[in-house]
């Protein structure tokens, strides 16, 4: 089970671009964090202090699943661990799995309300660890950035084909993220 805030992000098929001029709006009084994400998607929760947004009709969940096999879920929010540090919660979320893709991915920002730099962990969970296996793939974009921890992470099934696509939504919704003083305006 993840560890950290959720933030929300489903595509499904073909409907995945990263956030562009035209794009939805998301902004946390409480987390002190603004987002952009593309258009057409909606909250899964309209009242949530963290980004939870999917871009398919409710009907398509699927009973005990949120995501559809075609879909995915992108999250994003503070560190559930206010003194832990980037590593001691990257270990929590992978629970002792190894992951396919560990790097650091520079934004090319130089902005001080942003992160400057990701660290990329992509790795599989099994989300039904009984008799019959069951796993989701998993993208998370870690930042620690002036005393800031911060995550925005993608789930879908391994089937997904769009799942390229899904990363580079994922990682422009995480570029998009402004900090700001909780109930205030941008740093």
């Not at 899964?44 to 409710?58: A, E, Q, T, V």
């Amino acid at each position: 089970m993840k560890r950290f805030l959720p933030i929300a992000l489903i595509a499904v098929g073909s409907i995945v671009a990263a956030p562009q001029s035209g794009s939805e709006h998301f902004r946390s009084e409480r987390y002190g964090y603004s987002a952009a994400y593309p258009p057409g998607w909606h909250q899964l929760s309209p009242k949530r202090d963290s980004l939870d947004i999917i871009n398919f009709p409710d009907s398509q969940r699927r009973a005990g699943i949120v995501i559809p096999p075609s879909g995915a879920e992108l999250m994003a929010g503070p560190s559930p661990y206010p003194a832990a540090s980037l590593e001691q919660w990257i270990q929590s979320d992978l629970q002792g799995q190894k992951p396919e893709v560990d790097r650091i991915v520079a934004t090319g920002t130089r902005n001080p309300e942003a992160c400057s730099v990701f660290r990329e962990v992509k790795y599989l969970d099994n989300i039904n660890p009984s008799a019959h296996p069951y796993y989701m793939n998993w993208t998370v974009f870690y930042c620690a950035d002036e005393g800031r921890h911060f995550a925005v992470s993608l789930d879908y099934f391994p089937e997904n084909s769009a799942a390229k696509d899904l990363d580079e939504v994922a990682l422009g919704v995480a570029k998009s993220i402004r900090f700001f003083s909780p109930g205030g305006n941008l740093k």
